[in-house]
């Protein structure tokens, strides 16, 4: 009744694994807005330490964009800050468009993933 049923582990296996945490990390990234952010730090922590162990360029370039997209938003949230110091609706307004471009960054990504193809790295 209580049959082990194994579990088929190997390169596929491994993918698929690294396929689905890589949709998990858009998703978190995704919903941050209702966590003050906080789903975004858990998916980069997620990021650098699954990093070391990324098969091939596909995935590099997911992590890799996950990880621009964040950090230049922190970025840019750093340097607009001083708008709240200036009057309410200015740093309203500069918070409001960093974070239509978060949403749009996370979600474009993720459609990319989705459709199999990778994200276009800068060059270097």
């Excluded at 003050?36 to 590099?60: C, Q, T, W």
């Excluded at 922190?74 to 978060?102: E, H, K, N």
Aim: net charge positive; aromatic share 20%.
């Amino acid at each position: 009744m209580n049959e082990v049923i194994p579990t088929p582990s190997g390169p596929s296996q491994e993918r698929a694994n690294l396929a689905l945490l890589t949709h998990v990390m858009y998703g978190l990234h995704t919903a941050s807005w209702f966590s003050a952010g906080i789903f975004s730090v858990i998916a980069m922590m997620l990021n650098y330490i699954k990093r070391p162990e990324l098969p091939d360029d596909f995935f590099r370039s997911h992590f890799r964009w996950q990880a621009r997209s964040f950090w230049f938003t922190i970025l840019w949230l750093v340097l607009a800050a001083p708008l709240w110091f200036v009057l309410f609706f200015p740093g309203m307004f500069a918070y409001t468009l960093i974070g239509l471009w978060y949403l749009y960054r996370f979600i474009r990504g993720w459609w990319t993933f989705t459709e199999g193809r990778p994200m276009p790295v800068p060059p270097t």
